[in-house]
């Protein structure tokens, strides 16, 4: 329904404030204002898309929770979608997600709004954070085999060696 109601409005909200804005500045200043703001917008979003994109590989390089920076990614794309749209409305909704204090607000939101049931990581591989495998009395068996070196334990073994001294 929602977006439905979305589908609806924005054409009509835009198709007014350019019919308002153009017939106050009139036809030219209009068109001209519509290509400065997809101008402007794709150099501020492709400024703000790197600095997300750094600190997104932070994340993932000091092994921290890469939601926060993941989720700015999705907003500071959504806005350059919404900068290139013409309109006004579209516009204004672009830029304000390009305030990073409007999407901290955002996401915080939607944050309380989502809740994570199941998190998996890799291929087939589950975490599960209150199963201990020895409790249930699970018993591991297996059988070994003594293997003995078939080399004099007085020279050491040369995988240790560099590749320059052989």
Request: glycine letters at 10%.
């Amino acid at each position: 329904m929602y977006l439905f109601l979305a589908f609806l409005l924005v054409p009509i909200i835009e198709i007014a404030l350019f019919i308002k804005v153009g017939g106050l500045i009139g036809l030219w200043p209009t068109l001209a204002i519509v290509v400065l703001t997809a101008v402007l917008g794709t150099w501020l979003v492709r400024t703000q898309g790197r600095m997300a994109l750094g600190q997104l590989q932070r994340a993932f390089s000091e092994l921290d929770d890469p939601t926060e920076p993941l989720a700015h990614g999705a907003m500071i794309l959504f806005s350059g979608a919404l900068l290139l749209t013409p309109g006004f409305f579209t516009d204004a909704l672009g830029f304000a997600l390009l305030i990073p204090g409007v999407r901290v607000a955002v996401f915080r939101y939607l944050k309380s709004r989502v809740t994570i049931t199941q998190f998996q990581m890799g291929s087939g591989a589950q975490f599960h954070a209150r199963r201990d495998p020895f409790a249930e009395g699970d018993v591991i068996d297996g059988d070994f085999t003594e293997v003995h070196p078939r080399r004099d334990p007085a020279k050491p073994s040369r995988w240790v060696e560099g590749p320059d001294r052989h």
